[in-house]
């Protein structure tokens, strides 16, 4: 039954994630896309895109769409849909909150201890590779358009990625600017 494979995917993406919600794309691709086929590629930027357009965290956001998505395309009726999108957002959440309740006070005092950063240092690398993996993922035809198919809109595409990251990683203007330009430069474009 999907309802139990949404429960414990996402209970398992949740729990086991470092880095946040960047973080976290990639794991969700990998089960909702790569796995089980619950979507496309298309549909999942889809969802990305959604997910950084709405409040909260990207992350959950990300689950609640994917949640809706699959249910719906496993042919159940809309209603039932709701139910996964809810049932995957709670997922994604409720093993990591007890666990952060249960050792948080360990946390708190004995966050100076060399096991507790090294752990800390262990897992940094990790975060950059998962995070690193869900841009690479997000790397696709669907959003950057087949430079054998059209390459015009392809690079187009790849001259806004570069400039907009520049921009950002250069610090010379504001992200909000620079995502209002794109949304413009894609109106305008495509």
Not at 22 to 40: F, G, P
Not at 64 to 88: C, F, K
Request: charged share 10%.
């Amino acid at each position: 039954m999907i309802f139990l494979k949404i429960f414990i995917i996402f209970t398992k993406i949740g729990t086991f994630n470092f880095g946040g919600g960047y973080a976290m794309l990639s794991l969700i691709h990998n089960e909702v896309v790569v796995k089980n086929q619950w979507m496309t590629n298309a549909e999942f930027t889809d969802i990305v895109a959604i997910s950084q357009s709405t409040p909260g965290p990207i992350g959950i956001n990300a689950a609640t769409y994917a949640g809706y998505t699959s249910v719906l395309h496993a042919g159940y009726p809309e209603w039932a849909a709701v139910l996964g999108s809810v049932l995957a957002s709670l997922s994604i959440i409720w093993l990591p909150f007890i666990i952060m309740i249960l050792i948080s006070r360990y946390l708190i005092t004995h966050k100076d201890s060399k096991i507790v950063k090294d752990v800390f240092g262990g897992l940094r690398p990790a975060i950059v590779g998962l995070i690193a993996a869900a841009a690479v993922l997000l790397m696709t035809k669907d959003n950057f358009g087949s430079m054998s198919e059209d390459p015009l809109t392809f690079y187009i595409s790849v001259a806004i990625f570069a400039v907009s990251f520049v921009l950002t990683h250069r610090k010379i203007a504001n992200p909000i600017l620079i995502m209002l330009l794109c949304g413009l430069a894609g109106v305008v474009v495509y």
